[in-house]
């Protein structure tokens, strides 16, 4: 999929897709905002605001008042390419929170996710 697509969803209808997919393997929605939180600097009030919004999903990460400098050590494989790997910076925190939410639904337990 082109990157602009991508960057141009609304956050608010991608957002119950990550909670569909940790909810499916026994995990929640205060899960996932954790994680969303502590990867971006929002909020819980500020992450309710944008999903009531339409803020666009790269404009999500690129207001996000502080992305996590813990990120980089997140690495491993997300749709066949190494989130560590990607070179495009959006598309690359983009693809930080897939891998998050993909290791949350394994049942990693949230020290390990949040690389406490």
Not at 87 to 105: F, G, S, V, W
Request: charged share 35%; net charge neutral; aromatic share 8%.
């Amino acid at each position: 999929m082109d990157h602009q697509k991508v960057y141009a969803m609304p956050f608010a209808k991608l957002y119950p897709l990550l909670v569909a997919k940790a909810e499916k393997k026994g995990r929640t929605k205060e899960e996932v905002d954790e994680i969303i939180c502590w990867l971006t600097g929002y909020s819980a009030e500020a992450l309710d605001t944008l999903l009531k919004g339409d803020a666009a999903y790269g404009d999500f990460f690129l207001q996000a008042p502080e992305l996590n400098p813990k990120r980089k050590l997140i690495k491993g494989v997300v749709c066949g390419v190494r989130v560590e790997d990607i070179e495009e910076p959006l598309m690359q925190e983009i693809r930080y929170l897939d891998k998050l939410i993909d290791e949350l639904a394994k049942g990693k337990p949230m020290e390990r996710i949040l690389r406490a």
